[in-house]
């Protein structure tokens, strides 16, 4: 029985590591709960790799998709692997897509609170996003770039979520933005715990850390409903 217990911890990191980047790999999964809620639907979970969210063109298993029609990709520098790798690619693409909803709080929330958040979460965002792409140009992986960035993954907010709140105003932009927000924060967070427990860079390991740490505090922060402001 102990030497169970004493496994589940390990078996626990290495089925979280192993979902980061077969979710890279994949380029797409399902809507976690908030952001399914802010978009009046239910969660399915994340897709399987191979899968397609409903809607959207199927990619296809990961051997027939674009990365099996060319040369092998190069592997990570010296000191980084592949959960290093994963996790700065998603960190950065979360990132990318969120911080134009992010600009969109300031003249359409009707929560003042939650408006002066939002603007704070932008330019923190914007500089941990800086420090995160400096460390993906140091892996090699991809010249640095992100091959990601223009996937749909858990935690990002669509491009039909940003028109919907391109158009809402007061307490309906807030019932929308507020859930799509909660599930950008928490895939960062879920993403960063694997990085500690699995990624080879102890500077890559440290940034997680401490973004994890600051984006746990942004959580705590938000409205817990519609009506209740932010926190400090």
């Known amino acids: 029985m102990f ?42 979970g994340t897709a399987p790799q191979g899968t397609a969210p409903q809607g959207t063109a199927s990619q296809g298993p990961a051997s027939q998709g674009p990365a099996s029609q060319g040369p092998a990709a190069q592997g990570p520098a010296a000191g980084f692997n592949a959960t290093d790798v994963a996790w700065l690619q998603l960190a950065d693409a979360l990132h990318g ?32 996003r800086g420090r995160l792409r400096t460390l993906l140009a140091r892996t090699g992986v991809d010249g640095g770039a992100n091959p990601h960035a223009g996937h749909d993954m858990p935690g990002m907010p669509t491009a039909a ?45 440290r ?10 505090a942004e959580l705590a922060r938000l409205p817990d409903g519609p009506g209740k402001g932010a926190g400090g």
């Open 3 to 44: 030497g169970q217990q004493a496994m589940a911890p390990a078996l626990a990191a290495a089925a979280l590591t192993a979902a980061l980047v077969a979710v890279l790999v994949a380029g797409c999964g399902g809507a976690p709960e908030d952001a399914a809620a802010a978009r009046g639907g239910t969660s399915q």
């Open 97 to 128: 897509r969120a911080l134009p909803m992010l600009a969109l709080a300031a003249d359409r929330s009707e929560d003042r609170a939650l408006a002066a958040l939002a603007g704070r979460m932008a330019e923190e965002h914007e500089a941990e």
């Open 161 to 205: 979520d940003l028109r919907a709140l391109e158009r809402a105003r007061g307490g309906d932009f807030d019932r929308r933005f507020v859930p799509l927000l909660r599930a950008y924060l928490r895939q960062l967070v879920l993403v960063a715990e694997g990085e500690q427990r699995s990624g080879e860079s102890a500077e890559a390991r």
């Open 207 to 216: 940034l997680a850390a401490a973004t994890a740490r600051a984006h746990t």
